[in-house]
């Protein structure tokens, strides 16, 4: 024997690649028997039954059996269990709980150690306890084992450690409980941080709805209780810095939660304001599958909303839709986010047509309230602020400005509405009743300015800027597009409002500021000449976009190039006239063509 060969008893045969022989050949997944093994009967989960699938055996109030032709399925069908015993059970649950949390971060909802997902088995209708598996905190999602996860009962105990020391309970954890209590049927609830929830729940720029509408898109059938052609409503509550709280302070986490599923009870989802979303179904796969379509109608809703579609919106036209006697869609929603039911513009909202700005447009004229900035902050926020400082403001007036103030407001009243003045030698009496009834004239926005002037300078006041406007602005920068402001509001008012808004400082992306005072009223076709003229640009050449019909037929009177009409929630209803004659825009990013 060669003196550098080792000797060996060993007379195992030596194995065939990395299996060491131990594998047949057949299960090797890069082989073609490996694949057939694979996808012929291996599944690629770990089920705890025989089979699953969305559609279940419920009976409709029709007395029918759920079929793949139903309308709407509210519960899902699963097999027989293939488990052996109990061991085994849990043994395959903390996996798949694993499995479940690794996929979760691969899809981009469970990055740096988010998210977190529960299971429970057994329960009344196996005639055993509920076994409850939850993922633990703070663990990296992609790297978990099910070493890693806590069995308990359903008082919340621990029955179960995890092998894994160290370890905490997930803070989802009282969450869960809350929503089986209240939906008997839950076996399963996922928490992720889906950038797609998150930023949907920011689409109202209120911050304030209750709850994020969603109607025909086909995915609606994968949430549950929901046809195409219904009206998906998922409640939003706010986020907190805990789920619950030891002092037991209320409408935190586990209170909102418990509420927005009272009020909503055919939601299988709630959406966290600025943190992300919590889904549940009666098995761990509808679970899974329902987040997976409330993802994709989450991204449908933020893509669609960039083009200026409206997905809260029943379609005027072009599509499936139920419509009354009239034409009209039977289910008239209610108008946008901020549910502003004063009015009634869902008609149009609904309709939606997609004009660009012209190619060889370079003047983009844009009015402020329900185009760039919501209705609502310029009559809940401003007008309010200046009634709230204003005799403080009067008080500290001398004797000759608060004449010339008083002589100026007197100047701008019709004779009309003097009579309706209870004093006019009165500033306030002048000014309340201006900001009552709306009327803009150039003494009432010089005050408002002044005061506004104090209110954003001491950070009383930032400017409400609709979310769209920014990449707007950054997109007319890019392309050489000059933007202006034309304003009933004054040009500092304007300046204060850019310059302080919620967005930031954003006075160096306008060009030039316009009010009734530099160039006229807003409703006179010589106010957009004067524009012109000040911009040293034929009228033709202008873009111009408001909420106001009579103001675009005062420029289309002076020869404007293009004027656009702006949807947005809260405005007031543009009437069948206006409709035919002004293309209507939902988005400002439209002008953009994004």
Same mark, same amino acid.
């Given at each position: 024997?060669? *003196?550098?060969?080792?000797?060996?008893?060993?007379v195992?045969?030596?194995?065939?690649?990395?299996?060491?022989?131990?594998?047949?050949?057949?299960? &090797?997944?890069?082989?073609?028997?490996?694949?057939?093994?694979? @996808?012929?009967?291996?599944?690629?989960?770990?089920?705890?039954?025989?089979?699953? $699938?969305?559609?279940?055996?419920?009976?409709?109030?029709?007395?029918?059996?759920?079929?793949?032709?139903s309308?709407?399925?509210?519960?899902?069908?699963?097999?027989?269990?293939?488990?052996?015993?109990?061991?085994?059970?849990a043994?395959?649950?903390?996996?798949?709980?694993?499995?479940?949390?690794?996929?979760f971060?691969?899809?981009?909802? !469970?990055?740096?150690?988010g998210?977190g997902?529960?299971i429970?088995?057994g329960?009344?209708?196996?005639?055993?306890?509920?076994?409850?598996?939850?993922a633990p905190?703070?663990?990296?999602?992609?790297?978990?084992?099910?070493?890693?996860?806590?069995?308990?009962?359903?008082?919340?105990?621990?029955?179960?450690?995890?092998?894994?020391?160290?370890?905490?309970?997930s !803070?989802c954890?009282?969450?869960?409980?809350?929503?089986f209590?209240?939906?008997?049927?839950v076996k $399963?609830?996922i928490h992720?941080?889906?950038?797609?929830?998150q930023? /949907?729940?920011?689409?109202?720029?209120?911050?304030?709805?209750?709850?994020?509408?969603?109607?025909?898109?086909?995915?609606?059938?994968?949430?549950?209780?929901?046809?195409?052609?219904?009206?998906?409503?998922?409640?939003?509550?706010?986020?907190r810095?805990?789920?619950?709280?030891?002092t037991?302070?209320?409408d =935190?986490l586990?209170?909102?939660?418990?509420k /927005?599923?009272?009020?909503?009870?055919?939601?299988?989802?709630? =959406?966290?304001?600025?943190?992300?979303?919590?889904?549940?179904?009666?098995?761990?796969e509808?679970?899974k599958?329902?987040?997976?379509?409330?993802?994709?109608?989450?991204?449908?809703?933020?893509?669609l909303?960039k083009? *200026?579609?409206d997905?809260?919106q029943?379609?005027m036209?072009g599509?499936y839709?139920?419509?009354?006697?009239?034409?009209n869609?039977?289910k008239?929603?209610?108008?946008g &986010?901020?549910?502003?039911?004063?009015?009634?513009?869902?008609?149009?909202?609904?309709?939606n047509?997609?004009?660009?700005?012209?190619?060889? !447009?370079?003047?983009?004229?844009l009015?402020?309230?329900?185009?760039?900035?919501?209705?609502? &902050?310029?009559?809940?926020a401003?007008f309010p602020?200046?009634?709230?400082r204003?005799?403080?403001?009067?008080? *500290?007036?001398?004797?000759?400005? @608060?004449?010339?103030?008083a002589?100026?407001?007197?100047?701008d009243?019709?004779?009309?509405q003097?009579?309706?003045?209870?004093?006019?030698?009165?500033?306030?009496?002048?000014?309340? @009743?201006?900001?009552?009834?709306?009327?803009?004239?150039?003494?009432?926005?010089?005050?408002?300015g002044?005061?506004?002037?104090?209110?954003y300078?001491?950070?009383?006041?930032?400017?409400?800027?609709?979310?769209?406007?920014?990449?707007?602005?950054?997109?007319?920068?890019?392309?050489?597009?000059?933007?202006?402001?034309y304003?009933?509001g004054?040009?500092?008012?304007?300046?204060?409002?850019? *310059?302080?808004?919620?967005?930031?400082?954003l006075?160096?992306f &306008?060009?030039?500021?316009?009010?009734?005072?530099?160039?006229?009223?807003?409703?006179? !076709?010589?106010?957009y000449?004067?524009?012109?003229?000040?911009?040293?640009?034929?009228?033709?050449?202008?873009?111009?976009?408001?909420?106001?019909?009579?103001?675009?037929?005062?420029?289309?009177?002076?020869?404007?190039?293009k004027?656009?009409?702006?949807?947005?929630p809260?405005?007031?209803?543009?009437s069948n006239?206006?409709?035919?004659?002004?293309?209507?825009?939902?988005?400002l990013?439209?002008?953009?063509?994004?």
């Amino acid at each position: 024997m060669n *003196g550098h060969q080792k000797q060996t008893n060993d007379v195992t045969p030596p194995g065939q690649g990395w299996s060491n022989g131990d594998i047949k050949p057949q299960m &090797f997944s890069f082989t073609r028997e490996g694949k057939l093994q694979l @996808y012929s009967s291996q599944r690629r989960w770990l089920h705890l039954s025989h089979g699953w $699938s969305r559609i279940g055996e419920e009976t409709g109030s029709d007395g029918k059996k759920a079929t793949q032709f139903s309308r709407r399925v509210s519960y899902s069908n699963k097999g027989t269990s293939i488990v052996e015993n109990t061991e085994a059970e849990a043994r395959t649950v903390r996996s798949l709980i694993a499995q479940l949390c690794e996929r979760f971060y691969l899809n981009g909802w !469970a990055s740096g150690t988010g998210g977190g997902v529960c299971i429970r088995v057994g329960g009344p209708e196996e005639n055993r306890p509920w076994r409850v598996f939850v993922a633990p905190s703070g663990i990296q999602k992609e790297d978990m084992i099910g070493d890693d996860v806590f069995e308990l009962d359903m008082d919340r105990n621990v029955v179960v450690p995890p092998r894994t020391p160290n370890l905490k309970q997930s !803070a989802c954890t009282p969450l869960w409980y809350i929503l089986f209590k209240n939906r008997p049927s839950v076996k $399963s609830v996922i928490h992720t941080h889906s950038m797609f929830a998150q930023l /949907a729940t920011l689409l109202d720029p209120t911050e304030s709805s209750d709850c994020l509408r969603i109607t025909h898109l086909e995915m609606l059938k994968g949430v549950g209780h929901h046809a195409f052609d219904d009206v998906l409503e998922v409640p939003i509550i706010d986020n907190r810095p805990t789920e619950v709280d030891t002092t037991k302070m209320p409408d =935190l986490l586990a209170d909102q939660l418990e509420k /927005a599923i009272a009020k909503y009870p055919k939601a299988n989802a709630v =959406l966290v304001r600025r943190h992300g979303v919590y889904v549940w179904g009666d098995s761990w796969e509808q679970a899974k599958t329902q987040c997976e379509a409330f993802d994709y109608l989450f991204e449908s809703v933020i893509e669609l909303r960039k083009i *200026g579609i409206d997905c809260s919106q029943v379609p005027m036209h072009g599509t499936y839709r139920v419509v009354d006697d009239e034409g009209n869609p039977s289910k008239r929603q209610k108008t946008g &986010f901020n549910d502003l039911e004063k009015v009634n513009n869902a008609r149009d909202l609904a309709s939606n047509p997609t004009p660009i700005l012209p190619r060889d !447009a370079k003047h983009l004229l844009l009015d402020i309230e329900g185009c760039t900035t919501s209705i609502s &902050f310029v009559k809940e926020a401003l007008f309010p602020f200046v009634l709230e400082r204003l005799d403080d403001v009067l008080d *500290g007036l001398d004797p000759t400005e @608060y004449n010339a103030l008083a002589q100026s407001l007197r100047d701008d009243l019709t004779p009309v509405q003097a009579s309706e003045v209870k004093n006019t030698n009165c500033c306030s009496s002048m000014v309340k @009743y201006m900001v009552k009834n709306d009327i803009k004239v150039a003494s009432l926005k010089t005050l408002q300015g002044k005061i506004w002037k104090d209110g954003y300078e001491r950070g009383d006041l930032k400017g409400h800027v609709f979310s769209d406007v920014v990449p707007m602005l950054q997109w007319m920068k890019s392309h050489g597009v000059k933007v202006h402001v034309y304003s009933s509001g004054s040009v500092q008012a304007q300046k204060l409002l850019f *310059g302080f808004s919620i967005h930031g400082d954003l006075k160096d992306f &306008f060009d030039r500021h316009f009010d009734i005072a530099t160039s006229g009223h807003k409703k006179r !076709a010589t106010s957009y000449s004067n524009i012109a003229v000040s911009l040293s640009v034929h009228p033709s050449e202008i873009v111009f976009c408001s909420d106001d019909e009579e103001e675009l037929r005062a420029a289309q009177e002076a020869g404007i190039g293009k004027t656009l009409m702006s949807i947005r929630p809260g405005n007031a209803p543009v009437s069948n006239l206006g409709r035919r004659d002004f293309p209507q825009i939902f988005s400002l990013l439209q002008l953009c063509g994004m």
